[in-house]
């Protein structure tokens, strides 16, 4: 069984301690709870188990056994058309890049990372790192949706943004003003004080938000990143490994002990770590989202290999406690996790869908940035679809997601809803198959085309295309209700 605080196999006297403080388990906390709990949490953090039982709901529409949506394979074809069309305008020469953060921080035309590699001029290659690594982090943890009435206009151009482009916009050019560091001398940086002091009032202020530009969500935005600040105040003093980190398992069944690339780089880390706690860091700084980087760069070793499911699992087992209000395992939050009477699995798993929208989001984007700090990635394709409303929307406005209820467009729902969990199932599965007819459409280049360029080139423009065709403020078929930590 699983609630809103434990398993019914209880944590151990240290990680229960550690929950009833408020010290969500991490690393050697998780080690110490009883092997069902962390079997159960690492099968939930794994993008196998998304797509698994996504498809198991995808099957049962197919056959017109789910409660709130039916299934319309037929309609695929069309929809393929539909995605290949704006793929080939926007990217004729199929050249596409990863669908991530990056493409909003390119809003108008206009390099914003260039424009931090000018601030960071003369920073050290570690330096420049963390600070990319603490931006993406950030902004991603502030790109749920924006609601249709939100504007921002940019200081330096006068331009205005909205939705995830406007967020972006505005996170870049919040990061550059320092209103996320605590240290007036570095402003390009995002560290755990700065984060706790981050409230809906500040948050506001630097976004433009007023009773006529309303930013849905404002509240939970702000509290996310409050406690990002609080997780990384709570540093692990043994440097230990998570082992429900599933981005850790051995990349090549030959070379178990291969983490982020070469054999034994996660040894090396682990060791590094408890001899020296932070390499490269000076003791007295706060932590930062940017100590990421320093890992990833010891995993990968001199030839720079790294694998997108550690970076995944990373982020799953270093936020799991940022996640407000949401299903625990032993204490340990699960985040974008919600049960479904027919998700199938076992054990404390069981019945349970994990989507993790936005820490994929945030894995394809942090795969771009360490791509872009010279780093190769690889295993992209691991990821799953993401499960938001574009995406969503494109296969419900398109018919190949139907509801059984005319109400279901009608009503607001919240995230945990069973017509939600539906949704978002078969968004990530019905991308799933999607994907091979709109490669087809594309033809021979168009073949080898992961999932990441396939939603960027593709059915995320598409799906928003689409919403503008059908409603004028291009709002999703589906109001949600938005806490700023979901969609």
């Known amino acids: 069984m699983v609630s809103g605080t434990a398993a019914q196999a209880g944590p151990t006297v240290h990680a229960a301690r550690c929950a009833a403080e408020g010290r969500y388990p991490k690393r050697s906390c998780l080690e110490e709870l009883p092997p069902a709990q962390r079997a159960a949490i690492e099968e939930l953090r794994r993008p196998r188990t998304i797509r698994e039982r996504c498809r198991r709901l995808l099957a049962l529409a197919e056959q017109g056994e789910l409660r709130h949506f039916r299934y319309r394979k037929e309609r695929l074809d069309e929809a393929a058309e539909r995605v290949a069309a704006v793929v080939r305008e926007r990217y004729p020469d199929l050249r596409i890049p990863l669908h991530s953060r990056f493409r ?114 404002l509240e939970g935005r702000a509290a996310l990143l409050r406690r990002l600040g609080e997780e990384l105040l709570r540093e692990d003093p043994t440097g230990t490994t998570d082992p429900c980190r599933p981005g850790l398992e051995a990349a090549d069944p030959r070379q178990p002990e291969m983490a982020g690339g070469r054999p034994g780089a996660e040894s090396d ?135 059984r209820r005319e109400e279901i467009l009608q009503r607001d729902f919240p995230a945990s809803a069973v017509e939600i969990v539906e949704w978002r199932a078969l968004t990530v599965a019905g991308l799933d198959e999607l994907a091979p007819r709109i490669r087809k459409e594309l033809g021979e280049a168009g073949r080898n085309l992961t999932m990441a360029e396939i939603l960027e080139g593709g059915t995320w423009e598409t799906g928003r295309r689409i919403a503008r065709e059908l409603r004028p403020d291009g709002r999703p078929p589906i109001t949600l209700k938005s806490d700023g930590t979901v969609f």
């Open 104 to 217: 909003h921080f390119e809003a108008g035309g206009k390099d914003r990372v260039a424009r931090l590699w000018a601030k960071l001029h003369g920073a050290s290659e570690a330096e420049r790192g963390r600070s990319l690594v603490d931006l993406v982090v950030v902004s991603v943890f502030l790109d749920a949706g924006a609601g249709a009435a939100w504007r921002y206009a940019e200081p330096e151009t006068g331009r205005l943004f909205t939705r995830s482009e406007g967020l972006a916009v505005a996170s870049v050019t919040a990061f550059f003003q320092g209103l996320f560091s605590s240290d007036p001398k570095h402003p390009c940086r995002a560290d755990a004080t700065g984060l706790t002091a981050i409230t809906a009032e500040r948050l506001g202020e630097a976004f433009q938000v007023t009773p006529e530009n309303p930013l849905a969500g």
């Open 269 to 403: 880390a682990r060791r590094s770590e408890m001899a020296t706690g932070r390499p490269g860091l000076e003791a007295a700084e706060p932590r930062r989202p940017g100590e990421l980087y320093d890992r990833w760069s010891r995993l990968a070793g001199p030839e720079k290999w790294l694998r997108a499911e550690v970076i995944f699992g990373d982020l799953l087992a270093e936020f799991s406690g940022i996640w407000p209000g949401r299903l625990q395992i032993g204490g340990v939050p699960l985040g974008d996790v919600w049960p479904h009477p027919k998700a199938g699995g076992s054990g404390l798993s069981g019945g349970l869908i994990p989507f993790h929208k936005l820490s994929q989001w945030l894995s394809y984007s942090l795969v771009e940035a360490m791509t872009l700090l010279g780093f190769q990635v690889h295993g992209v394709e691991a990821l799953t679809g993401l499960a938001e409303y574009r995406n969503g929307g494109l296969l419900l406005d398109l018919g190949i997601i139907e509801p």
